[in-house]
């Protein structure tokens, strides 16, 4: 069974850090790129960042570019995203997702964990 | 305000039809890239319903279909039951902003 697990979130302090993982199984994770989604609490999604399968395209939306920081552990199937300079509005649900290609800008994203809350506020 | 456009809620009583739009621009939609729709459950993940425009995952019935007319996309679901009722987003990539984006998403409600 394909499984996804966002781990990580809680509750940090304005211009703290925090660091979520994202533990899969059942693909072969180092065949596909990963992607991180937020949602802010009553709003939409929006998409937050994507690494491709062998970690070496990253890319970030403008409102995390220089904060956020996406990586792989392809031996350990995990996904990770470094959240530093923290700030209210980054209080969301980050939601970690498998994305249908090892790499396209245009994949959809065929397999989502339960998300983790990240609360920031002091 | 999202690059994506929707509507934010429709509505519609079982058994009927009802669609729900996409409305994009030259640097996403227009240039050629896939939309994809997902479905959100009240509480839950979302979920892959459409992608490439007219795809269903494996699962999907096949009341819920999806179309392409310019710079726009559509999600239409037929017999609509009880269990339909959720959040729908549509996806696409955005060359200008190089990036994916998510449309607003819409409410859907089952009178």
């Known amino acids: 069974e394909v499984q996804v697990l966002e781990s990580g979130g809680g509750l940090v302090q304005p211009g703290g850090s925090l660091r979520l993982s994202c533990a899969t199984s059942?693909?072969?994770?180092?065949?596909?790129?990963m992607t991180w989604v937020r949602q802010a609490p009553g709003k939409g999604l929006e998409w937050v960042s994507v690494?491709?399968?062998?970690?070496?395209?990253?890319y970030f939306a403008d409102s995390v570019k220089g904060r956020f920081t996406i990586s792989r552990d392809n031996s350990k199937n995990t996904l990770y995203l470094q959240m530093n300079s923290l700030r209210g509005e980054d209080t969301a649900v980050y939601y970690c997702?498998?994305?249908?290609?090892?790499?396209?800008?245009?994949?959809?994203?065929?397999?989502w964990g339960r998300g983790t809350m990240v609360t920031v506020s002091s | 305000q999202s690059v994506l456009t929707q509507p934010p809620s429709v509505s519609g009583a079982p058994g009927q039809r009802v669609t729900i739009s996409c409305t994009g621009s030259?640097?996403?939609?227009?240039?050629?890239?896939?939309v994809h729709w997902y479905q959100q459950l009240p509480g839950t993940a979302p979920k892959l319903l459409i992608y490439?425009?007219?795809n269903r995952p494996s699962g999907v019935p096949h009341r819920f279909s999806g179309s392409k007319s310019g710079t726009s996309a559509s999600l239409a679901i037929t017999g609509l039951q009880a269990e339909d009722e959720a959040d729908y987003y549509c996806?696409?990539?955005?060359?200008?902003?190089?990036?994916?984006?998510f449309g607003g998403g819409t409410k859907l409600t089952v009178l």
């Open positions: 059942g693909f072969t994770f180092s065949s596909y790129a």
């Open positions: 997702a498998k994305s249908s290609s090892s790499w396209s800008p245009n994949d959809a994203f065929d397999i």
């Open positions: 490439a425009y007219i």
């Open positions: 030259s640097s996403n939609i227009g240039a050629g890239y896939d």
């Open positions: 690494i491709s399968a062998g970690g070496g395209s990253l």
């Open positions: 996806q696409s990539y955005d060359s200008s902003l190089s990036g994916s984006v």
